[in-house]
């Protein structure tokens, strides 16, 4: 099973970036995937998730608004949609996967990493 990310790279504060996780190896519709990121010296934070059998998706509070997350089972890739970014949404990202029909927001319940696609914001 893995999982590639990509998408990101440098943008401006106000720019966007759409990031991409391609699965390979799983039942994309048996898991619930989810995004996460990690900021140097932070903890790491789950921005939201989508389950094979809906085609919403869970953001945290934090992206509300700014970030969303959809998915093309044909493709099997899951995306993140990054709008109005600030300097403050520097950080790796991280797409994962879980066994189940079930986002979580912890981290420890994921099964699969992706390799983490670097974001970085200027001011």
């Known amino acids: 099973v893995q999982l590639q990310a990509s998408g990101g790279g440098l943008v401006q504060a106000g720019g966007s970036l759409r990031l991409s996780c391609e699965v390979f190896?799983?039942?994309?519709?048996?898991?619930?995937m989810a995004w996460f990121r990690q900021a140097p010296g932070k903890e790491r934070e789950f921005l939201g998730g989508?389950?094979?059998?809906?085609?919403?998706?869970d953001n945290t509070d934090s992206v509300k608004g700014r970030f969303s997350i959809t998915r093309d089972s044909a493709k099997s890739t899951l995306y993140l949609q990054v709008n109005s970014l600030k300097p403050e949404d520097t950080a790796i990202y991280y797409c994962?996967?879980?066994?189940?029909?079930?986002?979580?927001?912890?981290?420890?319940?994921?099964?699969?990493w992706g390799q983490g696609t670097q974001v970085t914001v200027s001011s």
């Open positions: 994962v996967a879980r066994i189940g029909p079930v986002v979580s927001p912890y981290d420890y319940l994921y099964n699969y």
């Open positions: 190896g799983l039942t994309f519709s048996y898991y619930a």
């Open positions: 989508i389950t094979w059998n809906r085609d919403g998706s």
